[in-house]
C-alpha cells in the first residue's frame, strides 16, 4: 500500500517558514536556505514543493486573508445581524483586539506583504483582491449605520487606521501602546458613525 502524500503539510511549514523569517528580516532577506531552516526542512525540498520564493509569499497572502477572514466570521457570529454598531466593533477587534488568537508574527508579515505589492505586480494584484474584499466588507457593516452613500469614504478611513497601527506595530513596535489600538478605532468609529447619523 503506498504511503499517504505529506504534500500539503510540506507546503504549510514552508509557508509557516517564510512567515516566521520574513517577519524577523523581511522579504529580500528571506532566502530559501532560511525559510528552509526555519520549516525544519531541506532547501531541496522547498524547491521542489514551490516553484520560487514569490510563489511561497502568495501563498502566505492567501493563507493570512483565510485567517483574517475566520476571526472577523467568528466575532460577527456572535452578534445579532440588526446590531450595525456592534459588528462594525467586531470587525475591528477582528483585526486589532489583543488575546490567544492574536499573531504579531501575521501582522509584521502582512506589513511585509504590502510593501512587497509596491515592488511586485503579482503581489499586489493579490494583496490588492484582499484589500478589496476586506474593505467592501467593512463597507456593508458601515452601510447599516449611515446608509451606503456614505459608507466607502467612513469605511475606507477606518480601515487606513488599522492598517495604519499594523505598520506602527511592526516597525516600531512599543509606539502605540499594549491594547490601545483596537479600543482607539473603536471610539473613532463611533465618532465617526455617531455625527453621520445625527
Do not use: C
Amino acid at each position: 500500500m503506498p504511503r499517504p502524500s505529506n504534500t500539503e503539510e510540506r507546503r504549510q511549514q514552508i509557508v509557516a517558514g517564510l512567515l516566521r523569517v520574513m517577519s524577523e528580516r523581511g522579504y529580500e532577506r528571506a532566502s530559501v536556505n532560511e525559510i528552509a531552516k526555519a520549516a525544519g526542512l531541506s532547501p531541496g525540498l522547498v524547491h521542489y514543493h514551490f516553484s520560487d520564493k514569490q510563489e511561497i509569499l502568495l501563498v502566505l497572502v492567501e493563507q493570512l486573508a483565510a485567517r483574517g477572514r475566520a476571526r472577523v466570521s467568528a466575532k460577527l457570529a456572535k452578534l445579532a445581524p440588526e446590531d450595525a454598531r456592534g459588528r462594525v466593533d467586531a470587525f475591528v477587534d477582528a483585526f486589532l483586539s489583543l488575546g490567544p488568537d492574536a499573531d504579531t508574527s501575521a501582522v509584521a508579515g502582512w506589513v511585509t506583504i504590502s510593501a512587497e505589492a509596491i515592488r511586485q505586480p503579482e503581489v499586489r494584484a493579490a494583496y490588492e483582491q484582499v484589500v478589496r474584499a476586506d474593505l467592501e466588507q467593512l463597507e456593508s457593516l458601515v452601510a447599516a449605520s449611515v446608509g451606503k452613500r456614505k459608507a466607502r469614504a467612513l469605511a475606507a478611513g477606518l480601515f487606513a487606521a488599522v492598517q495604519g497601527y499594523f505598520v506602527l506595530s511592526a516597525s516600531a513596535p512599543g509606539l502605540v501602546p499594549a491594547g490601545t489600538a483596537a479600543n482607539t478605532v473603536k471610539r473613532m468609529a463611533a465618532g465617526v458613525l455617531d455625527g453621520e447619523a445625527a
